[in-house]
C-alpha cells in the first residue's frame, strides 16, 4: 500500500485537521508530563470501575463527538447555502453526511445516554455499584475504542461513503472501494459489543440491586425507562452486529449476502439495519422520556401523574419498535398488505407516545413549577417533539410517504423528534445530575443563554427543511441549481446552524467557567425539590454511594422521608465491600482498537495476533481471584465529616 492510499490527501480541510489532531495530542501529552499526571490518570480513571467516573467518562466521549458531529454538520450546512456551491465536491459531502448521521447517534446521543443512566440508575435504586463493575468499564473501554477507529477514517484510509444506514449495493466493495466502509462495518461492531454488554448489566443490576423494600413499581421513571431500553438493546444489538458482520464478510472474504447477482439481497441489509434501527431510536428517546420524568416532577413539586400508566406506555413502545421497521423503505417494492400492515403499526405507536406528554401536562398542571435550565428545556421539548411525532404520523401513511419519502421533509421530521427528544434531554438531565457529581451546579444564567440560543436557532435551522422538503428538495443532494428556488430557505436553514452551534459553544463555555468560578455548595439536594434516592447522599457523591444501604418504603422514598420525617438510612455502619481498580479493560480496549484497524486494511497476521491477544486477556480474567476490598468503618467516618457529616 502507497503512503498516499494510507493517508487521505488532496483536500485542505483534511490536511488541517491532521495538523490539529497532532497539536491537540502534543499538547495533552505535555500537559501531562509537565503536571506529572500520568500517576493520578491512570489510577484514578483509565483504570477505574467506579460507575460515576465511568459515566463521566462517557459524558466527555459524547461532547467530543458532539463536537466532531457538528463539525460536519455545519459543513454540510455551509455546501447548502447557496446554489451551485464548490465548496465540497460530491464524494467529500457523502463522507460528510454518512459520518455525521453515525457520530451523532451511535457516538454522541448513545454514550450521552449511557454516561447519564451509569452516574445516576445504581444511585436511584440505592446500590453501591452496577452488578459487574469490571463488565462496567469493559463496556465503555470498548465503545470508546469502536468510536476511535471511525474517527480516524477521515485522515487514515477514508470516510465511509454510503450514507449512515450503509444500503446495499452502494456499500459494496464494487461502488465503495475504499476501506471507508471497512471502518463502519468494524468499529461499529467493536462498539456494539460494548453496549450489548451494558444492556445485560444494567437489566441484573435494577432487578437485583435495588434497596430492601424498593419494589418494581415504585421505581423512580428513569430508572424503569433504562431498564426497558436495555431489554431493547439486548434483542436489537445482536441484529446489527450480525448484520455488520455480513457485511465485513462480504467487503473483505467476497461474501454474496447482499450482493445483486448470486443470490445475495440488497434489501435483506435493509431489514436487517432497519430491524436494529428502529428500536434504537427508541432506546435515545425512552431514557429522555425518564430525564423529562424525573425534572418535571422535581420542578413542579409533584408526583408524576398517571406512574402505571407511564410505565405501561413505554411498555407498549417498546414492543411496537420492533414491528415498525418497513415503513424506511415502503417505496422500495412492498406489496400494500405489507406497507398497510406497517402503516397501522407505525400509527398505533403514536398512541402511548401521546399519553406520556399527557401524563406530563398533567403533572405541570396547578404545580409550583422552578423555571430552572433542566426545566426550560423539558418544557421547550413538549411543544417541539409534537411536531416531530404529528409529521411522524404523516409520513405512516403509505401513500402520503410517496411523496415525502426521500426528501428534505423527512430529514426535517427525524431532527424534530432526536433533538428535542434525546439531544434536549441529555442537556436537561447534564445539568440536573452535574451537581451530585461535583459538588455544584452550572451557572444558571449562561444556561439559560444556551436554551434560548439552541432552542431558537434550532427551529429557524430545520423548520425551512420541512417546506424544502414538501417542494421537492431531495435529501442527500450536494448541490442543487439557482432555478429550483430552493437557495433562499437553505439560505435561512444554514444561518440558523451557526446559531445553534452558538448555542452549543455557550454550553461549553458553562462548564469551564463553572468549574472555575461557580460556588461549591456541598449540598446534598441543590435543587431543594428531589424526590429519588439519588438526593439522598452527599454531593458529590462518595465512592461507595451511601454509608447505609437506604431502606425505601414507597414510591418517592427520599421526598417523603422530607415531608414525613421518617428515617431513610437504619442500622450501623459497616465495613463496606467495593471493587479493586483494573487497568485490564482500558488494555482490552486498545487490543481491540488494533484489532479493528489490521482488520479493515486486511492485514492478517497482525490481526490474528491481536485477536490472540484477546483470547489472552479474557483467559487470563477467568483465572483471575479478586475479592475486592473493604472500606474500614474509620475510613468511612472520615469521608462522612469531610462532607458535612452522614445524612439520615
Known amino acids: 500500500m502507497k503512503l498516499d492510499e494510507f493517508f487521505v490527501t488532496g483536500e485542505p480541510m483534511i490536511y488541517a485537521a491532521m495538523v490539529s489532531i497532532v497539536v491537540a495530542s502534543l499538547a495533552i501529552l505535555i500537559g501531562l508530563t509537565y503536571f506529572k499526571k500520568w500517576g493520578y490518570l491512570w489510577r484514578e480513571w483509565l483504570t477505574t470501575v467506579d460507575h460515576k467516573r465511568i459515566g463521566v467518562m462517557y459524558i466527555i466521549a459524547a461532547l467530543l463527538m458532539l463536537f466532531r458531529g457538528g463539525v460536519d454538520a455545519l459543513l454540510m450546512r455551509a455546501q447548502l447555502a447557496v446554489p451551485e456551491n464548490g465548496l465540497l465536491d460530491a464524494q467529500h459531502y457523502n463522507e460528510i453526511f454518512t459520518t455525521h448521521g453515525v457520530v451523532m447517534i451511535l457516538f454522541m446521543a448513545m454514550p450521552f445516554i449511557i454516561g447519564l443512566m451509569n452516574v445516576v440508575v445504581p444511585l436511584q435504586i440505592g446500590a453501591r455499584d452496577v452488578a459487574f463493575p469490571r463488565l462496567n468499564a469493559v463496556s465503555f473501554w470498548l465503545f470508546f475504542a469502536g468510536a476511535m477507529l471511525f474517527n ?151 408526583n408524576l401523574y398517571g406512574y402505571k400508566s407511564m410505565v405501561a406506555s413505554m411498555v407498549v413502545i417498546s414492543l411496537l419498535s420492533f414491528v415498525v421497521w418497513a415503513h424506511h423503505f415502503y417505496t422500495m417494492g412492498h406489496g400494500s398488505m405489507v406497507n398497510s400492515v406497517f402503516s397501522i403499526t407505525t400509527m398505533a405507536i403514536a398512541v402511548p407516545t401521546g399519553v406520556k406528554i399527557f401524563n406530563w401536562l398533567f403533572t405541570l398542571q396547578k404545580g409550583r413549577i ?130 445553534l452551534a452558538l448555542g452549543f459553544v455557550v454550553l461549553c463555555y458553562n462548564i469551564y467557567w463553572s468549574f472555575r468560578y461557580a460556588p461549591r455548595e456541598n449540598v446534598n439536594d441543590p435543587w431543594g425539590g428531589g424526590r429519588t434516592l439519588e438526593w439522598a447522599t452527599h454531593s458529590p457523591v462518595p465512592e461507595y454511594n451511601f454509608a447505609r444501604t437506604p431502606n425505601v418504603k414507597g414510591m418517592d422514598a427520599y421526598w417523603h422521608s422530607k415531608k414525613e420525617n421518617q428515617p431513610l438510612f437504619e442500622g450501623k455502619i459497616e465495613p463496606i465491600h467495593m471493587p479493586n481498580n483494573s487497568g485490564q479493560p482500558f488494555i482490552l480496549g486498545v487490543i481491540f482498537f488494533f484489532l479493528g484497524f489490521f482488520l479493515v486494511f486486511s492485514w492478517w497476521i497482525p490481526s490474528i495476533i491481536a485477536g490472540i491477544a484477546v483470547i489472552i486477556m479474557l483467559a487470563a480474567r477467568t483465572f483471575e481471584r479478586d475479592h475486592g476490598r473493604h472500606i474500614p468503618v474509620k475510613e468511612i467516618m472520615e469521608i462522612e465529616e469531610k462532607h458535612g457529616g452522614e445524612l439520615v
Open 370 to 499: 422552578s423555571f430552572t435550565t433542566p426545566m426550560l428545556y423539558t418544557l421547550a421539548f413538549i411543544p417541539i417533539f409534537t411536531i416531530g411525532g404529528v409529521t411522524g404520523v404523516m409520513l405512516a401513511m403509505a401513500s402520503a410517504d410517496y411523496q415525502y419519502h426521500n426528501t428534505m421533509f423527512l430529514v426535517a421530521h427525524f431532527h424534530y423528534v432526536l433533538i428535542p427528544g434525546t439531544v434536549f434531554a441529555v442537556i436537561a438531565g447534564f445539568h440536573y445530575w452535574f451537581p451530585k457529581v461535583f459538588g455544584f451546579r452550572l451557572n444558571e444564567r449562561l444556561g439559560k443563554l444556551a436554551f434560548w440560543l439552541i432552542t431558537i436557532f434550532f427551529n429557524v435551522t430545520f423548520l425551512p427543511l420541512f417546506f424544502l422538503g414538501l417542494n421537492g428538495m431531495s435529501r442527500r443532494m450536494y448541490t442543487y441549481s439557482e432555478g429550483s428556488g430552493f437557495g433562499p430557505l437553505n439560505m435561512v436553514a444554514s444561518i440558523g446552524a451557526v446559531g
Open 152 to 302: 480516524i477514517s477521515f485522515v487514515i484510509g477514508g470516510s465511509p461513503d454510503a450514507g449512515w444506514t450503509a444500503y446495499f449495493p452502494l456499500a459494496s466493495l464494487e461502488f465503495s472501494p475504499t476501506v471507508g466502509n471497512n471502518f463502519y462495518s468494524i468499529s461499529l461492531q467493536i462498539a456494539g459489543i460494548g453496549t450489548l454488554l451494558t444492556g445485560v448489566n444494567f437489566i441484573v443490576t435494577i432487578l437485583k440491586m435495588r434497596a430492601p423494600g424498593m419494589k418494581l413499581m415504585q421505581m423512580p421513571m428513569f430508572t424503569w425507562s433504562i431498564l426497558i431500553t436495555s431489554v431493547i438493546i439486548v434483542f436489537a444489538f445482536p441484529v446489527l452486529t450480525v448484520a455488520l458482520a455480513l457485511m465485513m464478510f462480504d467487503r473483505m472474504f467476497g461474501g454474496q449476502f447482499f450482493t445483486m447477482a448470486n443470490g445475495g439481497m440488497d434489501m435483506l441489509w435493509a431489514n436487517l439495519f432497519w430491524v436494529w434501527g428502529h428500536p434504537e431510536v427508541y432506546i435515545v428517546i425512552l431514557p429522555a422520556f425518564g430525564i423529562y420524568s424525573e425534572i418535571i416532577a422535581t420542578f413542579s413539586k409533584k
